[in-house]
Structures are given as C-alpha cells and as structure tokens.
C-alpha cells in the first residue's frame, strides 16, 4: 500500500502544479476578451483584470500550499498528528475569511460601482435615443427622427410585412419614424441611451465589444445606456434563451462619426410610408 | 402505525399508488391531444367525373391606382441570405406586373362544389426555399395531398407552419432537409413564415377541390374542368385580402371574371 | 421498531423496502442510471457544438437536450445521488438510530420519484419533444405552445415531473431532518455530529424553506399556460398567427425572482453534501481531525443563510431594479466569508496529517480543488459589473459545471469508493479506481477550464451553433471540439467506473467492518449492515467524530478512559 | 426540541416517546415548508397587485360561513383533544367537508374555471389560493379519517388542523382585507 500511495500523492501534486502552469498561461498570457469598444467598458476589463490578478494569486498559493501538503504528509508512519487549539484554528479561519472579503468588496464597491453606475445612470439630456425591440428572431431599430418622440406602437397593429411594429399612424410623433431591421448606427462618442422593447419573449441585447447585456422583458419597457469610443462594425447577439433560432438572432452595431450617422438619417424613408391602410 | 402497515398492506398499498401515478400521468398525455373529429369525409358526396360536364373560368386580377411602397427588406443578419440578393429584396406582400396587373393572387371556388368529391392527388406539392424566399410565394394544395418542403438553399430555416384548422407545426431545415407534411382540412389561407428570416412567407390555399389558380406574370388565373353550376369565386392578396363574385357557368361554358384591388372602382 | 420483524418476502425486501440502505442503494443506482442518459444528451449536445455542420440534431431538438440534461443532471442524478442516495445509507448510521424517522414516508419517497424519472425521460417523445426553455424554465417562453416547439406537452410533463420531485424530496428532506435532529443515538450531541451529517441537515433545512417557493411558481406556470392566468405573462405580447396574447399585467421577473429562489439554495443543497464527504474522507485517509470542526459548521450555517438572500446574482441583467443589483452583488460575494473558511479547513486538514493516497482520498483532493476554482470563478460572476459581460456566456456553463459539476461528481465517486465495502461488504478495485480518478479528473477540469476561457472570449450559451458569429477570439472558437474529444474522454473513462464496481459487486476483496480504520459510527456496524444496523445493541457515543490521536485511533463508541466526554 | 434534546448527554426517551417527539419535529418542518409556500404566494400576490389590471373582488359572503365552519371545526377538535374522545374527530371531519364545500362554492359563485379564471387577477390568486390551501386541508381531512380508525395518538393532527385554521384566515386577509 504504502509506496503506491505515495505514487499517487506524487502524481496528484504534479498535477496540481501542472494545473496551476495551465491555468496562469491560459488566463495571464493571453487575451481572450475582445477589443474593448465603450467607455465603461474598459471599467469592466478592469474589474475582469483585478478579480484575474487577485483570484489568480488565491488559487496559486492555495493550489501550491495543497500540492506540498499532499506530498509531505503523504507517509504511512504514525506521526504525531499535531492539533491546534479551536481557537487557534478559528482565528486562522476569520483572517482568511476577512482578507477574502476585503478582495471580493474591493471588486464590486470600488472598482465596479462607477462602471454599474454608468450604465444604469440617470439619463442626461444630450443622450442619443434609439429604440431596440427584439422579436423572435431578429431585432428592429427604430429612430425617432426629428421631433425627438417615438410615435405609439400598438401591438394589435402589428403586420409582418409593412408594419411590424404596431407604429400608430394616427400619432403625429409616428410621422417621421424611420425603422430599420437588424443593424443599429450609433454616432462614435456619444452617450448612447437604448429603448428596449420585446415583442414577444425573453430576448437579451448583447455586444460583447460594448461590454453590454441587458435582457428585454416583453411588456415592459428597459434601457441601457453606453459610450462607443470607436468607430467600426459589431455584432448584436441575443443572451436569453428565446426560442429555436436563438443562436441566428445576430445583428449589427454600426458607431460611425456623428455627421455620417446624420447624412444617413436623412437618406431613410419614415417607417410610416410603408403602411398600407 | 406500525401495526396496520404490515408487509402486506405495504405492498398493497405502494403498488396501487405507483399503478395510479402511472395512469394519472399517462391519462393526461392522451387528454392534451384532442379528439378532431374530421368533418369533411362525408360519404354522401357524388364523386367528380368529368363525362358530367366541364366548365372553365378564367380572368385577370389588377391593381387599381397607386401603390403604398413595400417595405424594404434588410439581410445584413444573414451573409448567406445577402449573397443571393446583391440588389436588394422588398417585402413581397404586393407583386404587381408591368402592366398594373396582380401576380401571385390565389383564385379559387369558396361555395358550389360542397356536393362532390375530388381525387386527392398523390404527388405532393414542392414548396422550396430558395435564396432566401419561399418559393412559390402563393400556392394552392388540396386537403390531405402531401406538400413537400425544402431548403435548397445554403442558409438555414425553419418552417413555421401557422395553420388553424390543421395542426401547427415549426421544424428546422438544415441545406438539403425535406419534411413531407399533409393539412387535415381545407383552410384559406395557411401562413408558413421562417422565424429566423422574417422576410419570408409562403400562403397556401388548402381546400377539398382542385378549383384552385394563382395568378402568373400577367395577372391571369384559369380554373378548368368545374362541373357546371352555380358558385362563388373569391380571390385572396396577401395585401388587400379576400374579394368574392357570384357565377353561374354551363356544360362547355368559358367564363372571364376580372377582380380589381384594392376595391372594384 | 421496524427492526424486529425483518421483511421476508423479494417485494418488501428489495423494491418497497422501508430499510434506510436498501432506499439509499435504490436511489444511487436510479441516479447513475438518469446520469448515463444525462451523459449521453450532453455528449450529442457537444457534437452539435464542435461540428455544427453536420447537424446531428435540429436546432429545436438541441434546445430541448440543454434543457433535459440540465434538469436529469442538477436534480435527477446529483440531488438524488448526493442527497438523496447518500443521505438515506449514511444518516442513520452517523447519528446511531436503527433507522430513518419515518421509513414507511421514506419508502414513498423513492416511489415518488420514480415516475417522476419515468415522465421527464419519457416527454422526450411526445409531439414537440421535451421541454426547450432552458432548466431554469423561464416564461413565456415555457408558458406558450408557440414560443417553442418544445413548449407544448413536453413542457407540460417537465412541470409534472418536477412537482413529483419536489414532493419526493421533501418528504425526504423532513425524514432527514427528523432523523439527525431528533433520533440520535446516546452521547450524540450535535457538536459530535459527523460533517457530513451536519451538511445533510443543512441541506433538508434549505430543501424544506426554498423548494416550496419552485413549487408555488411551477403551479401558477401551469395555471398561466392551461387556465389562461396571467401570473407571469404580460400584456401585449405578439406572436405571428396567434396575433396579440390576451394576457394582462403580469410579469416574468416574478418567475425569474422565484425560480432562483430555490434555484440558487439549490446549489448549496447539492454542494455541500460534496464537501461533507470530502471532509469525511480526508479525516479516514489523512487520519487527523479536520481542521476546525466548529468554524466549518458555522461557516455551514452561515452560507445556509446567506444562500437564501442572495438569489437575485442571477438575474443582475434581467431588467430588475439596479440598486437591487447591488446589494445582491455585495451580499454575494460575502459567501467567500464562509467558503474562504470551508476552503482553509479543507486545506488545513492536509496539514500534519497522515495521508494515505488511495482512490477515495485522490477524489476528495479532487473536490478540494475544483471547489477553489469553482469558488474563485464565482466571484467574475458575484460582481455585477464584470457579470455585464460574463452573463449568459460559457464562462457561467464553466463555473457552474465545476461547482455543483465537478464537485458533486468528483464527491458522489469519491463516496462510492469509500462506502462500498460498507454496504457491499467488498472492497472495489484500487487499480481501477485509480485509473478511473485519472480518467475523471484530467477531462473534466480540462474541459472546464477550456469553458471559462471561452466566456472570456463572450461566446454565448445555449447556441446551436456559435459559429454564426465572428466577433469572439478565434483562439476561443478553436477549443469547441477540443471541449468535445474531452467530453467522450470523460465519458468513455466512467466504462471503467462501471466495470469496477460491477465486478467488485461479485469478486471484490471481502472487507472488514472497518476497512480503512474511521472513527465515525457506521464503521461499527458489520459490513455490510443487517436490517435495524447493529446487531445487538445501539452503540452509544463517547467521543468527538474524528478522534485520530498521535497515539491511537477511536471511533466515536469507545468509552473514554479517563471518563472525560 | 428543547436544549436538552440537542446535546443529547443520555438516552432520554423511551421508543413511544420518541416516536411521538419526532412526530412533532417532523410536522414542524412540514409546517414551515407550508409557510414558506403561502408566504410565496404572498410575496407574489403583493408584486402582482401592483400590476395596472387589477380589478380587486368583494369577498363572497359564503366565505364567512366557511371561516365559521372551520373555527368551529378546530373548537371540535380540541374538544377531542382534551376529552380524548374519537367522536369529536368524526366532526370535525364533517365540518372541514362541509368548508370544502363551500370553498367549492364560493369559487363557482365567483367565476369558475372559465372566464373570469383568465379575465381578472385578483381571481386568478383567489382560485390558485383556494385550492393550494384545500388541498392542505384535504391531507388533514385523510389525517382524521386514518387517526379516527386507528388507537394511535392524534396530538399531530389537531396541530396540523388548528394550523390549517390559521392559514385559512391569514389567506382570506390576505385576499380580501389587505
């Protein structure tokens, strides 16, 4: 028995070594997270890096500390298996326990809480306004066009192929909506404030590049609100389980300059032209 | 309570309790199915020959004025989808020809023919998906004749079938998939859209006879072989809905009949 | 007692048996059996991931396989192996009673959930198939036949089933609770208590106050889905053919908010019995008490507690109000108080200890670890900022698999091995075992891991096929089939598993009372134990569960010699 | 479950004892289990009521007869209790039908299964809270029924009953006093 299990015991702590070398190449040297493209977003990199660094250190020590006891007390001879007192134990336990607390809080009150903040915000008045209604399996996006009012939708005036989202032509807000299907433009650094709507289940409007995830609960109407700093092309994906083509809900996020956004606003045709009576 | 439950009972008892379980559970899954009574076979209908006599109607169905825009369509979700349509796609609720006229409008007999009965044809019906559409948009299919539906496209879909009177279905097609699937009862129209491309529709006229057509490239439908009789027409567009016409047509008698949306002027 | 007249006839003695281990035996094999199919849906569900264009099942079917193997792993093998397996063998024999509280209630139980097994497997082939809307069955998309196919009669049967298994497991949790609280054996206060018991009580307590809440929302679920209700629905919801719902006022984040109600508990329920028995076994095989008996039981009562505030860290992006956010987001994380405790004693309990490494120990060691990894990754997902972006990715399927994944089965086999000769009265084979921990450990903490790398790339859960997306790192996409030769890896190993116990069951070295020299009261009774545990006499308890000296070895009967309690 | 009890430090009862005490540790965990699901129903009963379509009912005044039925029902059962007579069981066994009865009642008066099922949402919590709590109560009901047959003691049931009592009233504020 006994030189078997010290095979063991020795093959087990290689193997925590080992894990322990996986682990840091895998997560220290190399980036998995993509290009981060909003303003609060890289506060939620540096979240994701200070919970990397510190749960890191904690697993290393922890899985070093683990590997060396399995070695050196891995011995058939009845030792003398030394015990501490209770309170000896229970004042090693609380110190652990306060330096664990101290780094989990740090993570979300200190450096979190702004990011949180941000995105959850009181909204401010210079905020670009774009209404996002998601529906199985695709999103529409709706602009409210000059006068800066959405027009009411009213679902019972839904019609797949000219009026999709229920827009009621007798409001004067509606006049001048323009909708579009599956690919949002948002002006490059400015506060950007998502209406989110769903028409019919559980949706969630996700850009990982944004660091941005909000479900959309049908009925009720959500918000999110982010700064894309950099222009380019990104995907929408949908994070909530909503049906069989969920994995096909994909859309676009355009963030161009502020003046190509307006010239293409002002090429689009309202919503309401389409609208067969 | 030790006392009363002795071995016996015990079994007794848990046997009768997991046999109830069972039957409740397996009870309820039959319930949930529901019974469909099949109100169109009825025996007493004289079959359809064609030595009775045979009649045609035939006309064109146009549009009259100016047309709201269709909406267009955006396949930036989709690269698959987008290949196949560099110019663009528009919603095809309304697909008006050259000449003002209606393509893709289903024209069949909606009253007349209750007294007879029709072969149901063996061969299914094709119903393609095809560079991202439903191909044919507009189709007609008697009830309980097979329709065949693939993808022979590159993308995937999903049939979503919307029927009322017939069971619903939503499957899946992978490129190449065919599922064959039959309607119970006649229904016009059945709406099969693709969830995942909400652009597509196909409307299916399911009915108890062949008194069926859709209109082609000029607008034009032609119902032959109808015993001759008293009927109503009636003609479906996607856009405008349904028109009706009384007719009375004889033995050898060829009938025009024009509809005109999206009113008569 | 029941001890008195021993069943005679194959009926009452080996299908409706009131016997406490013939109960747990019935429920282990039940569980292995439900987790062979749970293996083999998660092992096509990692085809469909690697080779998306081979389309071995439709997208609609895939959905109801994660939904299936979810519900079978989370509550038909782990609740009821762990829990309710281990539970029924051990209890009565740590707190020395002849059996459980109510053993005819306990006999039910395991009748209970046995149609329930028999509903869940078989609403895989009703019209629709099994239900499609994820375990966690959110509405609406659980709550109308149009959202999923899935969501017609195979939803239905879910809800059945599941109402049968909340039934079951309560009873099984007031049996147990019952039992430790008020049938112990002479001399057993609470602070004697085995761990592991100790967690089994824990557990039942959390069973009996959070599933109540899964059973008032599955009711008004299935009201809203067959009377028309609007418990969870809201108003105007659209669907193409149906046209626009009549359903008014009702909201899905109160299922959302009741679901994980028990949802979350849940977790701890199926955890910490994981580590009640890796700390039995680092004490039989490091043959020293564990590290801080009384910090580790507080430390239980503490993430009891804080397990039933803390449930909304599950829905930080559903739409609910984000001061709420917050304060679950603190109190979350607060559970690395406790666990941080939990983790050092286990730890500690290594340190001076005199470590035999034989195939039940490498499993506890196993446990040990993937607790820390599984422990640290929740805080990514605890911190709501971060949980922005790891919400509903593969980092959350990689957290969540080694936690109550992992965990339990490193746990439910270390287990196995170690009580086999218990309850068989053979030892199992320690070159298999061995070869099977190897076998276990190298896939599942590989795949898991590779899991959490993924999340960091964002890649989405419950996709039918990720490749419709290129903004995840391409690195990220690479390790999808890689995730899958492990998974067959992992699942070919269990062969071994299966061999070692099966020929063990007929061949195995004939074992002892008391093979590995333990101290706690069920290595006093023969092996394996008769009807009614102790032949003669109950034994009474003397010492403390663990009492591995420098100069000797007591089980907790042993009578003092100094006469100090 | 006293502080003696916990720790344990002789074997205290004798095996009749013991079985009777656990029965009380056991119905007391099952008891809890039951105010954790009513207080679930309440939790969602004061979210749902904020909802903008909630039309509120007047109680039905069949539901006083019931509430009377079923304090007179617990008065029975004690008298039982303290007489140790089996006869006051078979009442009260009466008595808790006769609620059902009218719980059955009240419900059809009020809408039934159709309809107004769907239609209102206060009803929806009426139907849903009547029937968890019946179907409590039918347990108690089989409880009698098996108590009365057999000599054993039936301290458990007159809990279990007087606790069903409370729920029925605590449901009924709940509904239509809040």
């Known amino acids: ?277 | 309570m030790m006392k009363i439950w002795s071995d016996a009972w015990v079994q007794i008892v848990s046997g009768v309790f997991v046999a109830l379980l069972l039957l409740g559970c397996s009870g309820g899954e039959e319930g949930d199915s529901g019974k469909e009574p099949d109100q169109e076979t009825t025996s007493k209908r004289k079959a359809w020959d064609s030595a009775l006599g045979t009649a045609t109607v035939s006309g064109t169905v146009s549009f009259h004025g100016k047309p709201v825009p269709s909406r267009p369509v955006n396949l930036s979700k989709d690269a698959q989808c987008a290949k196949q349509h560099p110019d663009g796609l528009r919603d095809n609720s309304l697909v008006l020809n050259s000449d003002n006229t209606i393509q893709e409008v289903f024209v069949w007999i909606e009253k007349g023919l209750e007294g007879w009965k029709f072969p149901v044809p063996k061969e299914p019906v094709i119903l393609s998906q095809l560079g991202c559409m439903y191909s044919p948009h507009v189709l007609g299919v008697m009830a309980k004749q097979p329709i065949q539906i693939r993808n022979d496209d590159s993308a995937v879909h999903n049939v979503h079938c919307l029927a009322k009177r017939s069971s619903k279905f939503n499957i899946s097609q992978q490129t190449g998939a065919t599922d064959t699937k039959t309607f119970k009862r006649p229904e016009v129209m059945v709406n099969l859209i693709c969830d995942i491309h909400p652009w597509m529709s196909a409307h299916l006229g399911v009915l108890s006879h062949p008194a069926f057509s859709v209109t082609n490239d000029k607008g034009a439908f032609r119902i032959t072989n109808l015993p001759p009789g008293k009927y109503t027409i009636a003609a479906w567009q996607d856009r405008y809905g349904i028109q009706k016409k009384e007719i009375t047509v004889g033995d050898g008698e060829s009938l025009t009949v024009d509809f005109t949306y999206p009113s008569a002027p | 007692m029941s001890h008195s007249h021993e069943p005679t006839t194959f009926l009452s003695k080996y299908v409706f048996s009131f016997d406490h281990k013939v109960i747990g035996i019935q429920y282990l094999i039940t569980a292995l059996f439900m987790a062979v199919i749970g293996g083999l849906l998660a092992l096509t569900i990692r085809y469909q991931l690697a080779w998306p264009s081979e389309n071995v099942v439709s997208a609609e079917s895939y959905l109801s396989l994660v939904t299936m193997h979810g519900t079978i792993m989370v509550f038909f093998v782990i609740s009821m192996g762990l829990v309710s397996g281990f539970g029924n063998l051990l209890i009565p024999l740590h707190v020395g009673a002849r059996d459980m509280a109510y053993p005819f209630l306990n006999m039910l139980s395991y009748w209970v959930m046995v149609p329930a097994c028999l509903l869940m497997i078989g609403s895989f082939f009703v019209e629709g198939g099994a239900a499609a809307a994820g375990w966690t069955a959110y509405p609406p998309l659980s709550a109308l036949k149009d959202a999923v196919p899935g969501s017609g009669m195979g939803q239905t049967l879910w809800l059945l089933a599941m109402a049968l298994f909340i039934v079951s497991f309560t009873m099984g949790s007031l049996n147990y609770l019952t039992t430790i609280l008020n049938e112990r054996t002479r001399g057993m206060s609470m602070m004697k208590l085995p761990l592991l018991t100790w967690t089994f009580l824990i557990s039942a307590i959390i069973g009996i106050l959070a599933f109540p809440a899964l059973t008032a929302a599955a009711v008004m679920l299935l009201f809203d889905r067959h009377a028309g209700t609007s418990f969870f629905l809201p108003a105007g919801m659209y669907f193409e053919g149906t046209g626009v719902l009549p359903n008014m006022g009702g909201t899905p984040l109160l299922f959302q908010h009741l679901f994980w109600f028990l949802g979350h508990p849940e977790v701890y329920v199926l955890v910490l019995p994981a580590l009640g028995i890796t700390f039995e076994i680092i004490a039989a095989f490091g043959r020293r008490s564990p590290f801080g008996y009384r910090t580790t039981v507080y430390s239980l009562l503490c993430v009891a507690f804080l397990s039933m505030i803390v449930w909304g860290h599950h829905m930080f992006t559903s739409g609910m109000d984000p001061r709420i956010g917050e304060y679950f987001s603190i109190v979350t994380v607060m559970i690395t108080v406790p666990f941080s405790v939990i983790g050092l004693n286990l730890i500690g309990s290594l340190w001076q200890a005199r470590i035999r490494a034989e195939t039940p120990m490498l499993f506890a060691l196993g446990v040990i670890s993937a607790m820390g990894m599984g422990g640290l990754g929740g805080l990514y997902l605890g911190t709501a900022t971060s949980d922005m972006y790891f919400h509903d990715s593969y980092f959350v399927v990689g957290h969540f698999h080694l936690t109550i994944g992992t965990v339990t089965f490193l746990a439910l086999f270390g287990g196995i091995y170690h009580w086999f000769p218990k309850f068989i009265g053979r030892k199992t084979n320690e070159l298999l075992g061995k070869t099977h921990f190897w076998l276990t450990i190298i896939p599942m903490f590989a795949m898991f891991l590779l899991m959490h790398l993924q999340g960091m790339g964002g890649i989405h859960r419950r996709y039918y096929d990720v490749t419709q997306y290129s903004y995840p790192n391409a690195s990220a996409m690479a390790l999808m089939p890689w995730i899958s030769y492990l998974a067959f890896a992992l699942f070919a190993g269990q062969l071994v598993f299966a061999f070692n116990v099966i020929w063990s069951i007929f061949r195995g070295e004939k074992s002892s009372e008391n093979p590995w020299g333990a101290t706690t009261l069920e290595w006093t009774a023969p092996s394996p134990a008769p009807h009614g545990n102790w032949p003669d006499k109950v034994p009474v308890v003397h010492r403390d569960p663990y009492d591995y000296g420098s100069d000797g070895v007591w089980a907790q009967n042993v009578e003092n010699a100094e006469g100090q309690a | 479950m006293t502080a003696e009890s916990l720790s344990r430090p002789v074997d205290p009862l004798s095996e009749a004892e013991l079985k009777e005490s656990s029965r009380k540790v056991g119905l007391l965990a099952f008891l809890s289990s039951v105010v954790m699901l009513f207080a679930t129903f309440t939790a969602a009963f004061l979210v749902r009521r904020t909802g903008t379509d909630w039309k509120p009912l007047e109680m039905p005044e069949i539901m006083w007869i019931s509430t009377w039925l079923l304090i007179g029902s617990s008065v029975t059962i004690e008298i039982s209790r303290v007489t140790g007579r089996k006869m006051g069981l078979l009442v009260t066994l009466g008595l808790g039908l006769a609620f059902l009865f009218c719980q059955v009642k009240a419900l059809s008066e009020m809408g039934g299964f159709s309809g107004a099922l769907a239609e209102n949402p206060h009803f929806s919590f009426i139907f849903v809270l009547l029937l968890v709590h019946a179907l409590h109560l039918l347990g108690g009901i089989g409880g009698l029924f098996l108590t009365s047959l057999s000599s054993s003691r039936f301290g458990w049931v007159v809990t279990y009953w007087h606790f069903m009592g409370l729920v029925w009233i605590y449901v009924l504020v709940l509904l239509f006093l809040s």
């Not at chain 1, 063991?8 to 702590?13: E, I, K, Q, Y």
């Not at chain 1, 040297?29 to 990397?52: C, N």
């Not at chain 1, 995830?213 to 909503?242: H, M, S, W």
Request: net charge neutral; with cysteine; aromatic share 10%.
């Open chain 1, 1 to 277: 028995m006994t030189a078997r299990s010290h095979l063991s015991a020795g093959f087990l702590a290689l193997f925590f070594v080992l894990l322990v070398i996986a682990v840091v190449g895998g997560f220290g040297f190399k980036t998995w997270l993509p290009p981060v493209a909003s303003e609060h977003g890289a506060v939620v990199d540096k979240v994701i890096r200070y919970t990397l660094l510190t749960t890191g250190l904690v697993f290393v020590v922890g899985h070093l500390i683990l590997a060396f006891f399995i070695v050196k007390y891995s011995r058939d001879e009845r030792g003398t298996a030394k015990r501490l007192s209770p309170g000896v134990e229970a004042r090693w336990a609380l110190s652990v326990a306060f330096g664990m607390s101290i780094i989990a809080e740090v993570g979300v009150l200190v450096i979190g809480m702004p990011a949180w903040a941000a995105v959850y915000g009181e909204p401010s008045p210079d905020d670009v306004v774009v209404e996002v209604v998601a529906q199985q399996f695709g999103w529409f996006i709706r602009y409210p066009g000059k006068d800066g009012k959405f027009g009411a939708c009213r679902p019972e005036l839904i019609r797949r192929g000219d009026n999709p989202l229920g827009l009621d032509k007798k409001d004067p807000a509606s006049a001048d909506d323009i909708i579009v299907e599956d690919e949002l433009r948002l002006p490059v650094n400015k506060p950007a404030r998502i209406v989110l709507r769903s028409l019919d289940v559980l949706h969630s409007f996700s850009v990982p590049e944004m660091r941005v995830k909000q479900d959309i609960i049908p009925g009720y109407t959500g918000r999110t609100r982010f700064v894309p700093n950099r222009e380019g092309t990104y995907e929408i994906a949908c994070a909530e389980l909503c049906g069989l083509g969920h994995y096909k809900m994909r859309g676009l996020l355009q963030v161009m300059a502020p003046q190509d956004l307006q010239r293409w606003l002002s090429e689009q045709v309202p919503a309401i032209t389409y609208i067969v009576d």
